[in-house]
């Protein structure tokens, strides 16, 4: 796979994902975060790590997911997109669950699936798009 394929599965995916994490972030987990972690919250996000953050995730995604999926069946690009949406959520929210003082399992239970189910989708739509069979 080529560079270009490369930043064209980064890119798809990017766009993909950041809907959907748009769309979650303005809605419900807004409610959630605010609900069970209220005054751990900061006043205002820094736009820069949330960038770096997601930048990294898409780098993860492209070579772990869609990459080796290009060579395979459409199914187990979702089936893997899940996979690896739930190791690393599961990775962040276990973490703060173990070293924070006030962590919500249910904002822990909630991200995880959130972000197996997000990630699988936005995996398997963007493989479809590339592959010319969603345009």
Request: proline letters at 1%; a positive charge.
């Amino acid at each position: 796979m080529g560079l270009s394929t490369f930043f064209a599965h980064f890119l798809v995916f990017g766009l993909a994902f950041g809907l959907l994490e748009a769309a979650w972030m303005a809605g419900y987990r807004r409610r959630m975060y605010q609900q069970e972690l209220g005054g751990q919250l900061a006043q205002r996000v820094d736009v820069r790590v949330i960038l770096l953050l997601y930048l990294v995730y898409m780098v993860g995604v492209t070579v772990f997911v869609m990459q080796p999926a290009w060579t395979i069946e459409y199914w187990p690009v979702l089936a893997m997109g899940v996979f690896f949406g739930v190791v690393t959520h599961a990775t962040y929210n276990l973490a703060n669950l173990a070293a924070l003082r006030h962590w919500s399992r249910r904002v822990a239970v909630v991200d995880v699936i959130w972000g197996g189910a997000a990630t699988g989708l936005a995996a398997y739509v963007s493989v479809m798009v590339l592959k010319g069979v969603v345009v």
